[in-house]
C-alpha cells in the first residue's frame, strides 16, 4: 500500500508533535468521510436489491473488526463500551438511539 509522506511524518518540536495534530485529525475526518461515501455508493449503485443487501453486509464484514479493534484500545485507557450520550447498536457506539432493525 503506498503512503502519502505528509500524513506518515511526525516533526518534533519543543511542544513535542502536538502541533500537527489538526493536520491529522483532518486527514483522519477526510478517510472516514471517504470510507462512508464510497461504502453506500458501493452498496447502492446497484438495481438489485438482493444485490444491495449482500453488499451492505459484506461491507459491514470488513468493518466490524474494525470498530472491534478500536473499542479494545478505548476500553484499555478507560473508554468503557459506549460514551455517555451513545447506544451501543448490535455492537457500535451512535449518538442517537438504535433503529429498531440494528437492537
Known sequence: ME?????TTETT??????GDFP?????????LDALQINAVRY???EPSAATRKKRAAEI?????????????RLK???G?????????????CVPYR???SSV
Open 76 to 78: 484499555e485507557v478507560g
Open 60 to 72: 459491514e464484514a470488513w468493518i466490524m473488526p474494525v470498530i472491534k479493534e478500536i473499542n479494545n
Open 43 to 45: 452498496c447502492l449503485n
Open 13 to 18: 518540536t519543543s511542544g513535542g508533535t502536538e
Open 98 to 100: 438504535c433503529p429498531e
Open 23 to 31: 493536520i491529522a485529525f483532518m486527514r483522519l475526518r477526510t478517510v
Open 3 to 7: 503512503t502519502n509522506e505528509i500524513y
Open 80 to 92: 468503557g463500551d459506549c460514551g455517555d450520550g451513545y447506544s451501543n447498536c448490535g455492537g457500535v
